[in-house]
């Protein structure tokens, strides 16, 4: 039995030290400021309207530009013959090697 209270001790004073530790994370993070402090701001209606039409102005300059999407790339058929005939050469050197 008296090993068990050992054990008991040990356990208490762990626990104090984990407290002590809690409470210095708890201190340090109140030092740095954790970012919010419970209050949100919130933007006025005005404000909202103002960057809202600005964003509507942006879109009509870019759908009065015309801007079409950019055609899609092809490769020309000499282009086409020249990746393969690379890529032929490559597989040769390793079926020669094997």
């Known amino acids: ?3 068990m209270s050992v054990v008991v001790q040990q356990l208490k004073k762990e626990r104090e ?3 002590g530790e809690v409470q210095r994370i708890d201190a ?3 030092a740095l400021g954790s970012g919010s402090n419970g209050t ?3 933007m006025s209606a005005a404000g909202r309207r103002k960057i809202s039409l600005a964003q509507k102005a942006r879109w009509a300059k870019q759908k009065a530009r015309g ?3 950019k055609p899609k790339r092809t490769i ?5 013959r020249r990746i393969a005939a690379a890529q032929r ?3 040769a050197k390793i079926r020669s090697a094997a």
């Open 1 to 3: 039995m008296k090993h």
């Open 17 to 19: 030290r984990a407290q």
């Open 28 to 30: 340090a993070l109140s």
């Open 40 to 42: 949100s701001r919130t």
């Open 67 to 69: 801007h079409a999407p």
């Open 76 to 80: 020309s058929a000499a282009g086409r």
């Open 89 to 91: 050469a490559r597989w």
